[in-house]
């Protein structure tokens, strides 16, 4: 039986802070509607009027949050309207794909429970490609302003990746 005593390398780290615009209204949506209830419920809990509906999303994600800022790339995927109760929160499956900096061509998988009323929301980074192959961590998010269903959200994003 052989037994190694190699020193243990340790995983390359890295924190990535961006802004993710995710617009619902009008004709540059992002963010779409593909599935749910109908427009006219008459369910006096918005909340509750809300569940079930699907929305797919092709967000920019950007430097800061103004929209013009320098685009490092997209959040693709699904989030679902989760909760029937007195808190709103999404179900998503995203991938954050990077189009320009170090990180081009990379990309890492989020899948997570967000409730998006808390202040700060801290959800799991399950996997990535490229830089961030095998990736695990997790990412904090805090709402930088909503104007109706229109959002950007701040990400502040820890992998640990080979």
């Known amino acids: ?9 340790r995983s390359p780290t890295s924190n990535i802070q961006f802004y993710m615009h995710d617009i619902v209204s009008g004709p540059n949506a992002t963010a779409v509607k593909v599935a749910g209830r ?8 918005m909340i509750a009027s809300m569940f079930g509906s699907i929305y ?3 967000d920019p994600l950007t430097t800061t949050p103004q929209m ?4 490092l ?5 699904i989030y679902a309207m ?22 081009n061509g990379s990309s890492f998988s989020v899948v997570a429970r967000n409730p998006v009323m808390n202040e700060v929301r801290e959800m799991p980074i ?11 961590g997790y990412c904090l998010a805090r709402t930088y302003s909503v104007h109706g ?13 080979y």
Not at 126 to 136: D, E, I, N, P
Request: charged share 15%; hydrophobic share 35%; proline share 3%.
């Open 73 to 77: 790339g997209r959040a693709q995927g």
């Open 56 to 58: 797919v999303i092709d």
């Open 68 to 71: 013009n800022s320098t685009l």
């Open 149 to 161: 269903m229109d959002a950007v959200i701040g990400y502040n994003a820890t992998l640990i990746h």
């Open 82 to 103: 989760a909760s029937q109760q007195d808190e709103f929160s999404l179900l998503m499956t995203l991938a954050y794909e990077f189009v320009s900096g170090p990180y």
């Open 126 to 136: 399950v996997g990535g490609t490229g830089v961030f192959r095998l990736a695990r």
């Open 38 to 45: 109908s427009t006219e419920s008459t369910s006096s809990n």
């Open 1 to 9: 039986m052989a037994i190694s005593s190699r020193p243990r390398r």
